[in-house]
Structure formats: C-alpha cells, structure tokens
C-alpha cells in the first residue's frame, strides 16, 4: 500500500497528466482516471514511472452513476490513502447559442463541470475529515467568473464550480480539508483539448501567441504542487493564472492605448 495517493480525474495530456508526474516525483502514487484513449493514458503512467514514480491509470466514465464513487473506495482499499485529489474535467460542449443547446447537452455540462465535484467530495471527504488533512484542488475557466454568449452550459457549469468549492471550504476547511479553486486565465498547451479543438492549426496559434504566451502544463503542475503543499495557516481558496501577455478577464476589453494584446 502507498502511504500517500493523488487522484487525477480529468488525466489527459496538459493539465491533469502533468500535475499526476508532479505529485509522482514528490513521492505520491499517481492515479490517474480518464474518459477514453487507453494507450494515451498507459503513455501517461509509462512516462511516470519511467521516471521513477509510481503510478496507475484507468478509464472513467465521471458522468455515469457510481463511477466517482466506486473509484475512491478501490482506490482507497487497494492503493492508499487519497491524500490529495485533483478534479481537472473540462465541461465545453462548444459555443452554441440558446436555441441550439439541447436540454441533454446543457445538463452534461453541469454533470462534468460542477455534479462531478460534488460527487467527489461526497465520497472523499469523510475519508479526509477522518484523518485530519486532504487537499482537494480544482482546475476551473475563465466561464467561472464570467458569462459570455454562447457560454450557456459551460458558464453555468463552471460558475456552480466556484460556489461549490466556496461551500466545501466554509465546510471543511476548519475540519483541516484544503479546497483550492484554480481559474485559468488563458490558453494552455494541451494536446488533448485545445490541441483537438484546433487541429492542424495549433502549432501556428501558439506561434503566434509567441514566447511564454500559452500556459505550460508543466509550470502550471507546480502551482498545483505549492497549493497542496501550503501551510494551512496561509491557505490559498482561489488563484487565476494566465499568460504574462494576456489581459485580465476583468479587463478584456480594454483601450487600444493598453491593449497588449496586439503588440
């Protein structure tokens, strides 16, 4: 048994796989859980321990009934403890106006962007209470802190996000649980989301963004790393990240005269 486990839901190539080979090298068992494409993610856990990390993968279906659940027990009976968890699962269905966002898609983007988290918590938490510390840590979108057309489901889905996680922190937070809600602020290199999203035009949109201008992966794991790892005296709740580039999401719009954007 590990003495100590992260728990990666959403473990694709960007955000979620790199923050699972982050917690590997600082001595967790990495567990990683994802949709689909199982030679993606055996590459993942091959790359970890390859690295001198221990790590497990499996495929998960977060929107289905008791599938959240029925992971944290076997993990938690045949792993280890489940120290730390990530929930990294995106919930975009795309830009679509009202009248072409179907009931059924709507609700799917609440179910992976804000029930997902709930469920996760239900089964974990206890867990965590029992022992006195855990940290749960919550990769969220710009869509948490603002509506845009088109944004229908996602913003929803993300804006509950936020409120859930400020709810589990007025909860547990004083029983020792750190919840930590992570906007990101900008585009990352994610081969699996926006890198899918963009196709054969991805290398030239991050050209064009130039030097630093998109979110590594990689740095953005030792965000995760740092929040996990804070004294719990000097908690951080809510933390956006973004390019040094980019402008603000409360100031997007701004004069030309500080447009940096188009320099």
């Not at 809600?181 to 290398?203: I, N």
């Not at 990689?218 to 740092?226: I, N």
Request: glycine share 12%.
């Amino acid at each position: 048994m590990a003495d100590k486990v992260f728990l990666v839901i959403g473990a694709g190539a960007g955000i979620g796989g790199h923050a699972a080979a982050r917690f590997a090298r600082g001595g967790y068992h990495a567990v990683l859980a994802r949709r689909s494409d199982q030679a993606g993610l055996e590459k993942l856990v091959r790359g970890i321990e390859e690295d001198g990390g221990k790590a497990s993968g499996t495929l998960l279906d977060a929107a289905a009934d008791g599938t959240i659940e029925e992971l944290v027990e076997r993990v938690e009976r045949d792993i280890g403890p489940i120290s730390g968890a990530l929930y990294n699962l995106g919930a975009q269905i795309g830009n679509r106006p009202l009248g072409d966002t179907p009931h059924r898609t709507f609700e799917l983007g609440w179910r992976l962007g804000c029930f997902g988290l709930f469920r996760l918590a239900h089964a974990l938490t206890p867990r965590m209470v029992e022992r006195g510390s855990g940290a749960i840590l919550v990769t969220s979108a710009t869509a948490a802190v603002r509506g845009n057309a088109g944004q229908h489901s996602h913003a929803a889905a993300m804006g509950g996000r936020r409120m859930l996680c400020q709810t589990l922190n007025a909860e547990f937070g004083p029983q020792g649980i750190h919840v930590a809600h992570v906007v990101v602020d900008g585009s990352v290199d994610a081969p699996d989301t926006l890198g899918k999203l963009l196709g054969d035009r991805f290398e030239a949109y991050k050209a064009a963004k130039g030097e630093d201008g998109v979110i590594d992966p990689r740095a953005l794991a030792e965000t995760y790393w740092h929040l996990a790892h804070q004294p719990r005296n000097c908690w951080t709740h809510e933390i956006d990240v973004r390019p040094f580039t980019d402008v603000p999401w409360w100031n997007d719009n701004p004069p030309a005269a500080i447009d940096t954007r188009s320099r």
